[in-house]
């Protein structure tokens, strides 16, 4: 099953930079091209609170559920407070659980948004109220479905919410790859980091996450793997700093999901951050994610599906 959360809107003044739209982009584009049926697409439960509270500590989960952000607890997410925010962070956060579940029994999850590593244990940041990954493993680790979880973060900002929250868990290994001098400004060290100069072009790229994926297997021995399949490396997004071509960016996904594949590992795959201008080049680079992954673990077309099946919506 592949899960979307993008029904679930919410208010943004005009001008903001979230690109919220991508989400049903997308969808509509994997849809219009015949890469997915309509009854492969599902709406993901809500996270509850008591799943929440696994990455989250619960005064932050009081403020945010409650409506009790103070003003710069806001300005740090970028997001204004309101309950259909509250909702679809929740249901984001569902759509990776569920993806988790699905790919213990498939192979592979996807979730069509996700991927929002600024959030840690006490605070959200840079567009991420919860975080959802962390929030996934924990839920599988919970209950008894695996034991020790690797997370690739291949969005062009560090995943420093994801280091923050797993800092003290040797359980879950975090390895992030991304531009060095660009948000965040203090970065939290994971268990693997690789930052990159400005600029930097896909040959060098590839270079780094080859070995970087060397590192973390050669250090870490996962039953599952989260990929945080970011746009925002594109040479043209707003928000990157880094050069790659979009023809860098699938020679990225091929990377790990043919490195996770080869181990036969199951894998998670979410979106991660894509600011480009137009928002349609974003669209494209996630496309291209989904349907190699698609491609790879032999779900393209009629596969999709409908037989792999995670937490009921």
Known sequence: MIYYH????????????FPEVKYRLLRETLLARGMVSPEVLQVPTAAT????????????????????????????????????????????????????????????GINLGGGTHHAAPDHGAGYC?????????????RAGLVRRVLVVDGDVHQGDGTAAATSNDPTIFAFSIH????????????????????????????????EGLRLAFARFSPDIVFYIAGADPYEGDRLGRLSLT??????????VMETVRRRRLPL????????????????????????????LWGQSRKAVLGETAGRSP
Do not use: C
């Open 246 to 255: 979009r023809e860098g960016l699938l020679a990225r996904d091929r990377l």
């Open 179 to 210: 531009a060095e001098h660009n948000f965040p400004f203090r970065k939290v060290p994971g268990d693997l980091d690789i930052g990159l100069p400005d600029g930097t072009g896909d040959e060098a790229y590839l270079q780094a996450l080859d």
């Open 49 to 108: 609170e008591d799943e929440l509270a696994l990455g989250h500590l619960s005064a932050y989960l009081e403020k945010v559920l409650r409506g009790r952000l103070t003003p710069a607890e806001e300005r740090r997410i970028g997001l204004p407070w309101s309950p259909q925010l509250v909702e679809r962070t929740r249901r984001s956060v569902g759509g990776t659980i569920a993806a988790a579940y699905a790919a213990l029994e498939g192979g592979l």
């Open 129 to 141: 109220v919860f975080n959802d990954v962390v929030v996934a493993a924990r839920v599988l680790q």
């Open 6 to 17: 993008d029904i679930f809107t919410f208010p943004l003044p005009p001008g903001h930079r």
């Open 268 to 295: 998670v795959l979410t979106m991660g951050g894509g600011y480009a201008r137009p928002i349609l080049d974003t669209v494209e680079i996630h496309a291209q994610t989904v349907a190699l992954a698609l491609d």
